[in-house]
Each structure stands twice: as structure tokens, then as C-alpha cells.
């Protein structure tokens, strides 16, 4: 086995190529910059020129595809959507065209998607895998992100799709924004507070990447959350405890976050549950499949 990765050096990435080194499994990674803080080989690739190292894919079995912008990086302007949905499936159709020409084919390619797909909603209802996508932007990112995913059923093996949520992890990503306001004595819920956040422990979401490679009747999309269903008021709660701080301060307003970042808030303002059902069906065992447990590990 050999596994390239795009996006490697990101919160997911960096996790997940530490776990295949652990295994002594080969690992390359395709990023813009050349450099690399893990000692493996990193190639170079430009998808907005349509540039990339063939040689990247020499011995490759299988293919992690986490490359894209920052869904919550900056505010949604007409072109930070278009780099959004671009940096998703321009990435995977560079991929995959270079590998056809090449006739490479592989075991499996696993896709990074989002919890998105069910759309910026709150409703109690509760998605699942076989539900529709909803039609606002950030389902629609999702719905092109997936598409571009589903062209490598022509040369793998195996197709996965992994809708993720919120990735906990104190040094990058919501979380660590989130507790920063509960240090600063000025943590509060946002808006209602009663919106879902379907979330996952950094550790438990490359893991499920492991198994995914090494396991190989995972096939098709599946809900990257863990089991319990929280919301946003009990997730800021719960960082309070877990940090021994006190919340004073009234939910912030909705109207606050939508000045400030327009169409973007609707992701934090709004959110539905989402099932683990599927995953845990399909055998995933959770190490953290309660939140205070996950935070305690986190602040431990």
C-alpha cells in the first residue's frame, strides 16, 4: 500500500499521515508548496494552471482527497464561493484525468465532503445518508464536491465519501475559536443556541481514514460525526466545564454574526443532527463517543 494525500498538511492530514507512518505505511503528499515537516515526499501541483508532478502517483494504491478552501476562512463573496466549489472539483478532475491518461488505477479513493450536503438548516429531523441535499450554497458545494468523487468508480476499486462535521482539536478549526471566548471570560451560545453541531475528535476522524484504507467493505458515503447529538448551547457549556470557566454573558444575537459575515453565519446559526447509524453499522468504534469525554482528552 502507498497513499497520497492532498491536503496533507492540514488539521485532518497531518493526523491521518502520522497514523500511516505509525504503521509503516508509504505516504506522499500533493501540495503547492514543496516542503514538508513529516520527511516524506512532497509533490508540487497547480490546479488552477492544470500543472501537477506525475511522478506523484508512482506506486500509488490509494488517493485521500482533502485539498480545498477553508469553508468558514473568509466571508462567501461570489469569488470566494467559486474558489470554494473550484478548489474541490477542478483538484479531484486534475486528478482524475491525469491518472486516466496514465492507466493507473487504484484500491480506493476517499473524499472529504461535509455535513453541509443536508444544507445550512435546524429542523428536527435527523439525515441520514439516503436523505436529499438541500439547495442552498454550501449544499450545493457539497453536491459538486461528492460528483467529482464519484468519476474514480471508473479506475478504483472503491469510491468513499466521508460527510464530516465538526473536527474537534484545540489548536485550529471551531473549536478553537470557540474556547478561546470561554478563556476570555466572554463565551457564550450563538444566537438560539438549540442548533445541532454533528461533530467528531480529531483522533477518531483519521482513524476512520485507517480503517476506511485498510478495511475494504467501507464503500459509498457515510456521516462523519460521532453518536451523540449535541447543540451549539451545549457544546459551549461543555468546553466551559471541561476549562473550569463560568459563562456570564446572554446568547450572542443572530443579527450580530449575519453584519458581520452575511450568508457564512447561516453554517453556526443553523445546523440539524445528523445519524452515525451507517458508520456504526458498519463497524467504526468510536474512542470518543461523548463529548465530555472527547474534551477532557483534548484539554487533558
Not at 520527511?39 to 494504491?61: L, P, R, S
Not at 439525515?127 to 439547495?135: L, R
Amino acid at each position: 500500500m502507498k497513499v497520497l494525500i492532498t491536503g496533507g498538511s492540514g488539521l485532518i492530514g497531518t493526523r491521518i499521515t502520522q497514523l500511516l507512518q505509525e504503521k509503516n505505511i508509504e505516504v506522499v503528499h500533493l501540495s503547492r508548496s514543496p516542503s514538508s515537516k513529516f520527511g516524506i515526499k512532497v509533490y508540487k501541483w497547480d490546479w488552477k494552471k492544470e500543472e501537477i508532478d506525475e511522478a506523484c502517483f508512482n506506486g500509488v494504491t490509494d488517493i485521500i482527497h482533502l485539498a480545498g478552501a477553508g469553508i468558514a476562512d473568509k466571508p462567501w463573496t461570489m469569488s470566494r464561493k467559486h474558489t470554494i466549489i473550484k478548489s474541490r472539483v477542478e483538484t479531484a478532475n486534475l486528478i482524475f484525468k491525469t491518472l486516466k491518461k496514465l492507466n493507473h488505477s487504484l484500491n480506493a479513493y476517499i473524499s472529504a465532503s461535509g455535513i453541509g450536503y443536508y444544507g445550512a438548516i435546524t429542523t428536527a429531523k435527523v439525515f441520514k445518508e439516503a436523505d436529499e441535499p438541500h439547495n442552498d450554497f454550501i449544499a450545493k458545494s457539497c453536491i459538486y464536491w461528492e460528483k467529482s468523487a464519484d468519476q474514480f468508480s471508473d479506475i478504483s476499486s472503491r469510491v468513499v465519501k466521508l460527510r464530516t462535521g465538526v473536527v474537534l482539536d484545540k489548536n485550529s478549526g471551531a473549536l478553537a475559536k470557540m474556547d478561546k471566548t470561554v478563556k476570555y471570560g466572554i463565551g457564550a451560545p450563538i444566537g438560539t443556541g438549540k442548533q445541532a453541531m454533528p461533530w467528531i475528535h480529531l483522533d477518531d476522524m483519521a482513524q476512520l481514514y485507517l480503517d476506511i484504507l485498510l478495511d475494504n467493505s467501507f464503500n459509498g458515503v457515510y456521516n462523519a460525526v460521532a453518536p451523540e447529538k449535541v447543540d451549539n448551547e451545549a457544546v459551549t457549556k461543555a468546553i466551559a466545564k471541561a476549562l473550569n470557566r463560568k459563562l456570564f454573558l446572554p446568547n450572542v444575537p443572530a443579527f450580530v454574526l449575519r453584519t458581520i459575515y452575511g450568508e457564512l453565519s447561516d453554517i453556526v446559526l443553523k445546523g440539524s443532527h445528523v445519524s452515525a447509524e451507517k458508520l456504526l453499522n458498519a463497524g467504526f468504534e468510536f474512542e470518543f463517543p461523548k463529548l465530555d469525554e472527547a474534551l477532557k482528552d483534548i484539554y487533558k
